[in-house]
């Protein structure tokens, strides 16, 4: 830990103008990062904070300028999420300043601030927000989680403990999906089918754990019509795929995925037109079934047609290519449609807090989030989970420290706190969003589901600065900036309590 890089820490300096409504009429954000002794990727980092600066809330007029800092520390680098976690922070705590300066409830402002209506659906970087699912997401998870009667009773609950408080958030997320660079937006495939059938498929994603083979391999499979026992993927090898691009920017599935389907299609159209030749029927009469096909009264078996494929010189190996449509990006004028879609969801954080200690608990969690028409539900649940955890890690429990003399004391299991089994919160409920698939052409119409659920993990950092908050009966912003370790909290607890005082002083 001590030699290799990290994400990179933000000091965000933020000034925003708004009505007695709640309502934003103007923000400038300054961000500034640590980037390390070397430029590395620091550049596109500090680009995509600046993108998801806005998270889902209109800015009538606004001024967003990134500083990728040169420093003599460690040089830091990609990290999930890749700037846009540190860039919707910092959107979030805009709304928690409204908030508190308005007397509304976080939620409300964050309502009446939503992306939507007229003239308000352009984003600080011209790209328009064409679809308000997130929105949706957030009505219908505070109803599901009964936001407005936890929220009442953890009011109640604090008015009655001196030394535990609650606190309670909801917070959402839209995280645009594409590499920035537009050029890294493509993808290619190889695949072979063999005499007895079998299916071996090479794409230019790299498998970490995440699943992406298997769903590649699904595509394939349900394209061919064939059980995943007969799909082998190849290990990842630009001998096989050229030009790969990084497995990143949430994007693996989406690419290679539509890339595979490209080069299946291929055989499948070569095998229909060979059946339909040797039948003398027309190849709209041929019909594709499971492990089968059939043309009128005549049927084969799919390792029968590959045989007979094979035979009469037909290609069984194809490519497939695919390339991001609609997207554009210029850098200079700092314009144009670098995603080709949002990615939502929102999250509902609830915990209990030690006011003498600073220590806390995180209660429950509830989410709703987004991925489309899912190719693999298991895989999604357990990547919105997973996501949400390392979210909440770095948030709260992941602290690096360096000594006065520049060495990093933090740099073993034993002083750099990930979550553990005990961190999980007690009550975890998570759904995916249903009936709504992605409105653009992607594979089977799923959204990605890589890096935008960590992101709903900003629900725990609001729901700790909530329960802070209480000590000062919610009249000023707790501030409070992650990690919010123990330490942390505790200061801003006593930090709050002062102000209070002298507030009731004077």
């Known amino acids: 830990m001590i030699v290799t890089g990290k994400r990179h820490d933000f000091l965000v300096d933020y000034e925003v103008g708004f009505d007695d409504d709640g309502r934003i009429r103007a923000v400038k954000m300054d961000l500034a990062a640590r980037c390390g002794f070397s430029a590395d990727l620091s550049g596109p980092v500090t680009d995509r904070a600046l993108f998801h600066a806005d998270n889902c809330y209109f800015y009538p007029a606004v001024r967003l300028e990134s500083f990728p800092c040169r420093t003599n520390t460690v040089s830091n680098t990609a990290f999930r999420g890749f700037g846009g976690p540190q860039g919707m ?264 807090v030690d006011l003498l200690t600073g220590e806390y608990r995180v209660e429950r969690v509830d989410i709703l989030h987004d991925v489309g028409d899912s190719l693999n539900p298991a895989i999604d649940l357990g990547q919105i989970e997973g996501g949400f955890v390392q979210g909440m890690g770095w948030l709260t429990t992941e602290e690096l420290w360096w000594d006065a003399e520049g060495r990093l004391r933090t740099h073993a299991p034993s002083t750099y706190k990930i979550p553990a089994c005990g961190d999980r919160p007690r009550v975890f409920n998570i759904r995916r969003l249903e009936g709504r698939p992605n409105r653009e052409e992607t594979i089977y119409r799923s959204k990605a589901v890589g890096e935008p659920p960590l992101m709903l993990a900003i629900s725990v950092l609001h729901a700790l600065s909530d329960a802070v908050a209480s000590v000062a009966d919610h009249r000023i912003c707790p501030r409070l900036d992650p990690p919010a370790t123990p330490e942390r909290v505790l200061e801003a607890v006593d930090r709050l309590r002062e102000a209070a005082s002298r507030m009731a002083a004077e």
């Open 89 to 352: 922070l910092a959107a979030e705590r805009v709304i928690e300043e409204v908030a508190f300066a308005t007397g509304l409830d976080p939620l409300e402002v964050r309502r009446r601030n939503f992306y939507g209506g007229e003239g308000r659906d352009l984003t600080p970087y011209h790209m328009r927000v064409e679809e308000r699912i997130f929105a949706e997401i957030v009505e219908r998870l505070a109803a599901e989680a009964d936001y407005a009667e936890r929220r009442a009773a953890i009011r109640a609950f604090n008015r009655e403990n001196a030394w535990f408080r609650r606190g309670l958030a909801l917070t959402p997320v839209k995280f645009g999906i594409a590499f920035t660079a537009t050029w890294y937006n493509q993808a290619g495939a190889l695949l072979h089918i063999y005499r007895d059938g079998s299916v071996q498929l090479n794409h230019g994603g790299t498998e970490m754990g995440q699943g992406l083979h298997v769903k590649v391999a699904q595509v394939v499979a349900e394209e061919l019509g064939l059980p995943m026992e007969r799909i082998a993927v190849a290990a990842t090898s630009t001998g096989r795929v050229p030009n790969t691009s990084a497995t990143a920017a949430s994007s693996g599935s989406d690419l290679n995925g539509m890339a595979a389907l490209a080069a299946a299609r291929t055989l499948k159209r070569r095998l229909i037109a060979h059946i339909a030749d040797r039948w003398g029927v027309g190849e709209r009469e041929v019909e594709w079934l499971p492990g089968r096909v059939r043309a009128g009264r005549r049927e084969t078996t799919f390792e029968a047609l590959v045989e007979d494929a094979y035979r009469a010189r037909v290609s069984l190996s194809a490519t497939g290519f695919y390339r991001t449509p609609k997207i554009h990006w210029d850098r200079s004028t700092g314009r144009g449609r670098p995603f080709l879609y949002f990615a939502c969801g929102a999250a509902v954080s609830e915990v209990i």
